[in-house]
C-alpha cells in the first residue's frame, strides 16, 4: 500500500472514501514536505473526529454514558460468571481428586480468555453498540466515551493524595483500552459507507 | 433562515471566501484566499470541518470534479454557495454594517 493511500484509509475512517481522496489530493497538492503532508493527514483526521462529536456534545455525551454503563454491567456480570465457573470447575476437579491445585496450563489459558474478553470483545462491542446509535456519526460517541472515561478517572486520581505522574498514565492509558471500541465503531461505520 | 448566532467567525469567512473565488473554490484555493486575505492561517483540518458543516446547514453545496494526475488521479471537492449561504453572509455582515456605523475605527471605511 503506498504511503497517499494509507493516507487515504485513515482519513475513510472519519469521512467518507469520495471526501477522503479529495482531502489526500488537497494535502499533496498543498504540502511541501513529506513531514507536512503527514501532519496535515494527522491534524485534519482528528479535527474531523472531533467535529463530529462537537456537533452533538451533549447527545453524544448522553450515549457515551449510556455505553460506559452497559460495559460495566457486562463486566461486573462477566467476572461473577467467570469466578463462579472457576470455582465450580475447580470443586469438580478437586472432589474427583482428579487435581489438587488447579493446572497451571488451564490457568493461563483460562486468564488469557479473561482478559480477551474484558479487554478486546467488550469494548469491541461496546463500540458497534455505540456506533449503531449514532448513524452518520458513528465515532463521535466514541469520542465521548474517550473524554467520560478521561475524566473520571481523572476524578478518581484527584480523590486520594494527588500523583500527577499516576494520573497521567491513567488518563493515557484509558486511551489505549479505547482502541478496540474504536475499531468496532469504524467497523460499523466502514459497514455503512459501503452499502 | 440562519441567523448571526448560526454562523461562526470563520464560517463567514470561509462563505466569503468561495463566493470570491467563483468556479475555483476548493480546499487548497479557498485556503490559500483565507490567508491572502485575512490575518487567519486556519489549518486544513479546522476548514474541512467547517465546510462539512456549512454543507450540513445547507449553505453551501459540494461536487466532485475530473480527477488529476497532478492529485494522483484525486477529484477536487468544488464548493459554491448556496441562495441560503449567501443571504446568511449577507445577513451577517449588514449586522457588523450596523454596529460599525457611527464608530471611526483604524483601518476600517465604512459603507
Known sequence: ?195 | MPDLQTLGDLEQIVLLAILRLGDNAYGVTIREEIIARTERQPSPGALYVTLDRLEEKGLVRSQFGDPTPQRGGRAKRFFSVSAKGVEGVARSQRSYQRLLQGLKLPGVAHA
Do not use: H, K
Not at chain 1, 49 to 58: N, Q, R, Y
Open chain 1, 1 to 195: 500500500m503506498r504511503n497517499t493511500q494509507v493516507a487515504e484509509w485513515i482519513l475513510s475512517l472519519v469521512t467518507s472514501p469520495e471526501r477522503a481522496a479529495s482531502t489526500v489530493g488537497d494535502l499533496m497538492e498543498s504540502a511541501s514536505t513529506r513531514a507536512g503532508f503527514w501532519l496535515g493527514v494527522l491534524r485534519t483526521a482528528l479535527s474531523l473526529l472531533w467535529g463530529e462529536f462537537a456537533a452533538e456534545p451533549a447527545t453524544m455525551m448522553g450515549l457515551a454514558f449510556r455505553g460506559a454503563l452497559l460495559e460495566t454491567v457486562i463486566l461486573v456480570a462477566f467476572v461473577i460468571c467467570a469466578a463462579f465457573v472457576g470455582g465450580f470447575l475447580g470443586g469438580v476437579l478437586y472432589l474427583t481428586g482428579s487435581a489438587s491445585e488447579p493446572n497451571p496450563a488451564i490457568r493461563t489459558v483460562g486468564w488469557i480468555l479473561a482478559y480477551a474478553t474484558a479487554g478486546l470483545l467488550v469494548p469491541f462491542q461496546i463500540g458497534r453498540w455505540l456506533a449503531r446509535r449514532a448513524p452518520g456519526r458513528e465515532l463521535a460517541p466514541v469520542v465521548a466515551l474517550t473524554v467520560l472515561q478521561s475524566a473520571i478517572t481523572l476524578a478518581l486520581g484527584l480523590l486520594g493524595p494527588v500523583d500527577v505522574l499516576q494520573i497521567i498514565l491513567g488518563v493515557t492509558a484509558y486511551q489505549v483500552f479505547q482502541i478496540p471500541v474504536f475499531v468496532g465503531a469504524a467497523l460499523i461505520r466502514r459497514q455503512r459507507l459501503s452499502r
